[in-house]
């Protein structure tokens, strides 16, 4: 029997490699930005299912449904032990249809649609212990179910990760930082994209930038790159600046400078890190460029990552205790 495990992100395809690898699975993957060319370049064989709708409600309404159908007529051809997914809307409701346990990782309690449309239909619900455990709950979790670990779901990540100059040489990068824009597709977001202005900002202040797109959009004065050797990039770089909540996260474990401008409330995953010295939280653009560390501070950020990094879970080695402690046989959601 194989597991079933729905990718619907980009960085879910580096957080669930290294499970890939080590078990049989069937690979779903929907249509989004740069995400099916990353499984391409890590040679890990998939199924193309569905397409991201999009911002408009109506347009995402139909992208899910239309996907749930095909993963449903896809997923009815194997044998399946398990779903497993991070944050899909259609993973945990087809393995509730096709009677399929589902072990789910969630590490955003305010993606309120999207928690609401699963939660309540999961066999498992793997969560950072810094979640707002009520939020997840008020959103359909049965408290039963729900697996809280001493981490961070980046840990899995960054936790084999070797430095490489290569892509720095290869690009001639010097002095640079880097900027994610925020998830300005996404449903939970409510912000407005800074992004340009906060290149130009850097910029005035003699360093270079080297932007990673979400989609096709393109940024003036910086390097923009897609579907490349983020770690590595984050690593070398001055500071990291994101939007979004991944790379920021990936940066401060690493131990390397991470500033959010993310506008919403703040993800519990988030504030953890903050609490621990390791990311800053800036209000404004200028805010930014203040935090932009020097050299002694960076090295102080450094040293508190690696005090932290040794007291966390890995949460892969987590979601296999869970699949192989579940009572299978006492299934009976369907």
């Not at 979790?141 to 899995?156: D, G, H, P, T, W």
């Not at 932007?211 to 050797?229: F, H, I, M, Q």
């Amino acid at each position: 029997m194989k597991y079933w495990i729905d990718i619907t992100n980009l960085p879910h395809a580096v957080f669930f490699e290294d499970f890939i690898r080590e078990h049989s699975c069937l690979v779903t993957a929907r249509r989004f930005g740069y995400l099916q060319e990353l499984l391409k370049k890590k040679g890990i064989d998939f199924t193309s299912a569905g397409y991201h709708g999009g911002k408009n409600n109506l347009e995402k309404l139909r992208a899910s449904a239309e996907r749930t159908a095909e993963l449903a007529d896809i997923v009815a051809g194997y044998k399946i032990k398990a779903a497993i997914s991070k944050h899909s809307v259609e993973a945990p409701r087809v393995a509730f249809g096709l009677g399929i346990p589902s072990f789910h990782f969630v590490d955003n309690e305010y993606a309120e649609k999207q928690n609401r449309l699963t939660l309540a239909l999961c066999s498992k619900i793997i969560v950072p212990g810094a979640l707002r455990l009520e939020k997840i709950i008020e959103q359909g979790a049965e408290k039963s179910n729900i697996v809280r670990i001493n981490s961070v779901l980046e840990y899995s990540q960054v936790k084999n990760f070797e430095p490489d100059e290569e892509i720095v040489r290869k690009l001639k990068l010097e002095n640079y930082v880097l900027i994610r824009p925020p998830p300005f597709r996404a449903a939970y977001y409510k912000g407005e994209n800074p992004t340009q202005d906060i290149i130009d900002t850097v910029r005035r202040e003699g360093y270079s930038a080297v932007v990673l797109p979400r989609d096709k959009e393109n940024y003036s004065g910086a390097l923009n790159l897609r579907n490349t050797d983020t770690l590595n990039l984050a690593y070398f770089a001055v500071a990291t600046i994101s939007g979004g909540g991944t790379m920021n996260r990936e940066a401060a474990l690493l131990g390397k400078p991470a500033i959010s401008f993310y506008p919403d409330p703040l993800l519990g995953v988030d504030r953890f890190l903050i609490s621990h010295g390791v990311m800053k939280h800036a209000s404004s653009v200028r805010e930014i460029v203040e935090f932009i560390p020097s050299d002694e501070e960076a090295e102080a950020i450094a040293r508190r990552a690696s005090r932290l990094r040794r007291k966390l879970e890995d949460p892969l080695e987590v979601l296999k205790r869970e699949l192989e402690e579940f009572d299978y046989d006492s299934y009976t959601e369907n």
